[in-house]
């Protein structure tokens, strides 16, 4: 069980899930497993909750958070690049930071929907509404 609070711990279980995926699976299912695992990390969603409503409602915290989500992107583009096939280069594969972008956007978006729901809607349903909307232009 891991301390919501704990991201540096959050963000090494979401890169060993998304590694630990089988070959077959997609880059989007392998993302959505690791994002699924942070979710049950902790089994105290009113914890959750409560630091979610104040990172979204605190700027501060805000941009402490959006700094961490991006390294935490930047550390999973190798990770989703290899899973798309693409030989490492000298630049990221265009696909992979993508794909990384949009995932991120859509945990956010679905986490903030969610806490100003008061936790009332289903922060993994919210999640598949974003990505739905995304993949499948809505």
């Known amino acids: 069980m891991l301390d919501c609070g704990d991201q540096e711990a959050l963000g090494e279980l979401l890169k060993q899930t998304i590694e630990q995926q089988p070959a077959e699976v997609s880059a989007w299912d392998a993302l959505r497993a690791g994002f699924e695992a942070i979710l049950t990390a902790n089994p105290a969603p009113e914890r959750v909750l409560e630091l979610s409503r104040l990172i979204f409602e605190t700027p501060s915290l805000r941009a402490r958070y959006i700094e961490k ?70």
């Open 69 to 138: 989500r991006l390294r935490w992107q930047t550390e999973l583009v190798p990770i989703v690049q290899a899973r798309l096939g693409s030989a490492a280069g000298p630049a990221p594969d265009l696909r992979a930071k993508a794909i990384v972008a949009a995932v991120f956007a859509c945990v956010d978006t679905a986490t903030e929907l969610w806490a100003a729901s008061e936790g009332r809607l289903d922060l993994a349903d919210l999640y598949d509404q974003c990505l739905a909307a995304i993949r499948d232009g809505g």
